[in-house]
């Protein structure tokens, strides 16, 4: 069973254009949570879906971010807009149902120029 | 909101000795407290985790605790090894399933 995927694992943006990271979770998993975690810092809470539904996003920053989580395919964390301050680890943890064990995936390194 | 606080933010021991790491969560309605172990680059693997009806769980050489009265929380670390280097994240989480992430603990355990 492969774990919780994320691609790309690091993805360089000038300021302006948009980041897009995709998040695979676990085989059987409905729910899918985001992360972001920056330098020298713990992981702070950004949003949680589940399949064509956001459940909480009150981490989410109100403009620029965006997330969804299709019926067929992976979840999106899209942001526009990039700048300097978004330069970050994002990461994406799932599980089966929201009270159980959250697995994360190996992070997306994103850097803004 | 909930707020995780985790200390101390750096530990360095021998190897052999053991480690112990603590937190402190405000929401009384917390009910889930899973710690995590981040190595460098890498993204965060759950070690083991603690339910509000339990009060200590143990897996192999690694112990949780758990005072709902005082709302904290710990990790102890026995007979440590030099893999055991690395950050350490406590979190805690209500029912509507957002972790709330400690500030995490840098381990260092020297040979």
């Known amino acids: 069973n492969a774990g919780v995927m994320q691609n790309p694992r690091h993805l360089v943006r000038r300021r302006g254009q948009e980041a897009r990271l995709r998040c695979s979770p676990m085989k059987g998993h409905s729910h899918v949570y985001w992360y972001r975690q920056l330098p020298e810092e713990g992981l702070k809470f950004m949003v949680y879906l589940q399949k064509e539904n956001i459940i909480d996003e009150s981490g989410m920053p109100k403009e620029r971010f965006s997330a969804e989580f299709p019926k067929e395919g992976p979840s999106i964390l899209r942001i526009q807009q990039v700048v300097r301050g978004d330069s970050a680890a994002y990461f994406c943890?799932?599980?089966?149902?929201?009270?159980?064990?959250?697995?994360f995936g190996p992070g997306t390194r994103l850097t803004v120029t | 909101g909930e707020n995780v606080e985790q200390h101390p933010s750096t530990l360095s021991v021998q190897e052999g000795d053991s480690a112990v790491i603590k937190c402190t969560y405000s929401?009384?309605?917390?009910?889930?407290f899973p710690w995590y172990k981040q190595e460098l680059g890498k993204g965060p693997q759950l070690i083991i985790d603690i339910r509000s009806n339990v009060g200590e769980k143990k897996d192999q050489r690694i112990a949780v605790t758990l005072n709902k009265t005082a709302k904290h929380f710990s990790l102890h670390i026995t007979e440590t090894q030099p893999e055991d280097s690395a950050v350490y994240f406590c979190a805690a989480s209500m029912y509507t399933g957002k972790l709330i992430f400690g500030q995490g603990t840098t381990l260092q355990v020297k040979p």
């Open positions: 929401d009384s309605a917390s009910n889930y």
């Open positions: 943890a799932s599980s089966p149902l929201s009270t159980d064990d959250r697995y």
